[in-house]
């Protein structure tokens, strides 16, 4: 049945929306014309189709209402009581019963009669103020009536959508519900189970179809096919990604735009997916039922059937109990030319296809699909730019296209010119516009303002980086080995792999080899990478070598594809490989399909069934495998790496002293005669592995330790696990055994190591930072576990309370002090020259202080008498106005009752929250960037700590011993940044302005991640216990490491408690300032100038007041 229904389409900021004149829905909206009226038009066949299901048609009469309406853009001033809406509709009037109506889609509840001879604008400005009136005379008094929401903001029309439906003359009546029913999945008519699983290419005209270019032949030989009357099946053969799905697309298009609208339900091209025809199908005959159907369907309306996965018509319906499939109930349509089909093939499909069933591939006519030439292939992709630039605005940069194409011939084999370079285009084309903050944010400030004062946004441009890192992306290739333009260093790639494997040179050269080759374009572009056997015992490194080659090379040892070849030792194993016509995911084919930048580990190559090395032979000449659907599996962006423990026996049974080289020989000697000539010629390099030696094995353990630490127990418990190298020792001579190499020593390292931490971690809070030490005891290991507490908060806002006038008389009641004590100590000797005494010496150095502090307090008064007397109306100052030096985390106060008496008040530390989140950095942030100035006065504040330590200074007993500073990092006996940096920072900061000489003292080097300083001065003991206790830090990536720092009055080398840690004083963030726990305050950057100010006050806010 034929509809011609009459739509209102409008414009607005983000599109066009369009809907039914007289209807209320379906209502569509989207930024492309063509595209909304293709979806609006689908949507109203579906509705009119579903409403004529319906026993009655009446709602599906209303539909055929459509009268002849003229359009008028009318502008009415809506007079209200407090202002004049002005407003734009579009009113719309038609004949009608002899009388002339009209109405606006903005108002649509609103019908109005134009009298004869009366101008529809007058008309029209006097309803709507009518209507408006009385809406505000209905409204709230507060509700404001806003006539100009529905007015215009664009262009509107009213167009006609000619449309055809199926409607069913009879409606057939439901049978009884039944037991079979209950399962759902009924089959209905042709056209909807048409519907259901397949997607009509006609109703995706015009933007929705791809367009073929330079492909005039194929698309004429395809349109002269379909249009002939004999039906004959057609099939377009050709490379993946040729253009096969394009020329049908192209074929669609030019017919659609040829045809009459009436045409709309006969003869269309409909997608249709062989797996989609048996979804929901539990039942017996059920999908048969459906697929009867649908070709009933499309031979009563000469639809025509594409296929795009013809193969998959023999897999669709096969099941356990039955081998009936879709292509066997299709065949006798096709022999009798009673459906017109087509479909599209590979050539090696094609030829699966015909060993499968040749009577059926003969029934198809062949149109061959052939790669075009290189100078086509640029002028389609030249095309297919310029598209995508207008569909999406965007722009291609002038090297993008070069770089696609270069980049695609070499890494992509399985897929044809244009298609494989033309979805890479795509691609960079929806992922510059669906990101348009990061491109804002890349063009900057660079947006252009015209001379009529509109600002046009900027747009993205695509360049050569944006090709490289989306390839490198998805690869896990790295740049440098991608980019031409860029070094890959060989020997900067094998210091990275000889990181990782210990103790075998001869594998690491290769690796670092086979990428230097690799890189400069060198290597067989038909075979993979590299083929190598590697050869020697257990546990001597050749996994962890596949691994290491897998994350240098593709960024993540994820890229490893392993396979146990001991499993693949029965007559057929090779079909697990590559699969079968039924089960046709072979887990190698398909491994790599999905993942071709990877590294394939062959593990016991030897024990590998003798179909498995056949199967091989292809993989290592050719570089590729075929599955059994004809599908390409390449591996020429693939490393191969088998291993085998052949030789060994032989190598180990010799009597006497056996070098290395004996071995190797014995190993290569034993592969030799055990692979066939024409497997063993296609090995790039036979490596034969030696045995590690204790040192090797000592390093292999180190690293053991730090993967322990690594795991997610460790690193979400905030745990630090530190293994003295005593301890480490011990694992390592428990680990030793040169018969099974690195994997004993794994063993002793989790039996020694990680099952007592994890005994003693299982009972401790997972919030919390934990410490867990390791040491060697007597004939066992010690394990002691530590959770340090967190410094308490000192009272600084407290003393910021008090009145200022009340400081400053305590400060010079301080100083009065002072005085006193240095007059007492004053030498009594007379000062002569070439004669002054170390009492001398300390006696000036402290009155020069107090002196100046005397000064400063002078000049502070007088700035707050003139403060004072410039403001008459202020009686007592309460500051100076100067700016804030130092900033303070927020403090939160909560009350606790319950053991501590009611109105106890705690302060709470606001940095203990940030271990228990997992973004530890960021909850560091989030704290430093709401801090806010220091409530206190400033100057005061360093008045105040100035005297605290000359009050130390002048109170401290003479001394003339120096006193050490211990700063231990963690895990012991390994570099320790944070370590190095607090011992850098004391070094600057504390030389100047704390009286006191430092030095560094030199430490044995087998004590690496301990640094020690020597202090001299008579407070430098109670000035150094202030230091003492825990500072963490917190990298940016890992745990926490603490740096422990212990105060010795001589110097022993060691603490004499191992396993004593002080409170946690100070929280250093990578990148971050720093968190003083016991002031609250927080540094600016350790980069900048007032950093050394501020870390000087961290120590000198903690010392003993000596004001009260």
Known sequence: MNFRVPIYVFQHKNGYTARPLFFGGPERTDGNLNRLLTKLTRELVEHLEALGRKERHDELAAWAFCPAVTAHRTTVDVELRRRVARTKYLVLAFDHLGRRLAFTPAVPELWFEVPRGEP????????????????????????????????????????????????????????????????GGETGDGATELRRVGRCLDWL????????????????????????????????????????????????YRRVAERKANQRQWFNTWLVSPQ??????????????????ILKHAKKRDHVLYFDDLLGLFLAGVTSQSSLSAAVVLKPYLERRDVRVLAEITPESLRVLQERDRGLSDLFHIIPVRQPTDADTLRVLVDQQRRLEGKHACVFGLDVLPAVIDQQRRYDRTAAFPGKAAAVLTRLAVRATTNPDERAAEVGSSATRPADGYEFPPRPEITRDDVLNDFAARSGLSLAFLDPKQRLDRDAVRDKLQEQVIGQPDAVDALADVVSVAKA?????????????????????????????????????????????????????????????????????????????????LDEIEKADPEVFDLLLQLLGEGRLTDSLGRTADFTSALVLMTSNLGVRDAEGNLGFVTEADRSFAYTRAAEKFFRPEFFNRLDRVIPFR????????????????????????????????????????????????ALGARAMKRAVEHELTQPAASRLAALAVNDLTIVTVRAAAGTLAVDVQAPEWAAKLPLDERAARPLRDRLSAAWDALDKVDAVLDAIRPGTVLTAGRVTRDHERYFALKELADAIAGTLDAYEARLEARRNSYLEASQPESTGRRARYRAIKINRYSLSSGRGEGWHERDQPLRSVMSSEDMQGALRELFEGSEPLPDDQDVFDLENRLALLNLMVSAPVDERP??????????????????????????????????????????????????????????????????????????????????????????????????????????????????????????????????????????????????
């Open 120 to 183: 529809l604008e007058d008309r029209a400005q006097a309803v709507y103020t009518e209507h408006w009136r009385g809406v505000e005379r209905d409204a709230d008094v507060d509700e404001e009536v806003r006539p100009e929401l529905g007015s215009l903001s664009g262009k509107a029309w009213v167009q006609v959508l000619d449309l055809s439906a199926s409607v069913p003359a009879v409606v057939p009546k439901k049978p009884p519900a039944n037991f079979l029913s209950l399962g």
């Open 205 to 252: 005209y015009p933007d929705e179809l791809d367009r073929a270019v330079l492909r005039d032949r194929e698309v004429n030989e395809l349109h002269r096919l379909l249009e002939l009357g004999d039906r004959r099946p057609v099939l377009l053969c050709g490379p993946r990604l040729v253009g096969k799905s394009a020329i049908v697309h192209e074929c669609v």
């Open 276 to 293: 989609r025809l048996i979804s929901g199908m539990s039942y017996v005959g059920q999908w048969e039922g459906r697929l009867l159907a």
């Open 521 to 601: 374009r060198l290597n067989d572009p038909d075979r993979p990478l590299a083929a190598f056997l590697f050869l020697g015992p257990t546990g001597v490194g050749k996994t962890e070598c596949a691994k290491a080659i897998a994350r240098t090379l593709f960024g993540d040892s994820d890229r490893l594809l392993r396979f146990d070849l001991n499993e693949y030792n029965q007559p057929g194993a090779a079909a697990r490989l590559v699969g079968t016509f039924q089960q046709p995911e072979g887990l190698l084919t398909s491994a790599i399909r999905r993942q071709p930048f990877a590294v394939v580990l």
């Open 691 to 738: 045995k590690l030696s204790r040192e090797e094995m000592a390093r292999i353990a180190r690293r053991l330790v730090g993967e322990v630490l690594a795991r997610e127990g460790f690193s979400q418990r905030k745990c630090v696990l530190n293994v003295a190298p005593d301890a480490l020792d011990r694992v390592i001579q428990a680990g030793y055994d040169p």
């Open 963 to 1108: 006193v050490y500073l211990l700063i231990r990092g963690f895990p012991e006996g390994e570099a320790c940044p944070g370590a190095a940096a607090l011992h850098g920072w004391y070094l600057r900061v504390w030389a100047h302005g704390l009286g006191l000489e430092l030095e560094n003292v030199p430490i044995a080097s087998e004590q690496r991640g301990t640094l020690a300083l020597r202090l001299k001065g008579l407070h430098a003991r109670a000035l150094a216990q202030a230091e003492a206790g825990t500072h963490l830090f917190l990298p940016k990536h890992g745990g926490p490491v603490p740096v422990r720092v212990d105060v010795l009055d001589g110097w022993l080398g060691a603490v004499p408690d191992p396993f004593a840690f002080g409170p946690i004083l100070r929280v250093y963030a990578d990148g971050q300032p720093v968190a003083d726990l016991r002031t609250g305050l927080v540094s600016p950057l350790p980069s900048r100038a007032e950093f050394a100010d501020v870390f000087r006050t961290f120590t000198l806010a903690a010392l003993p007041r000596a004001t009260k």
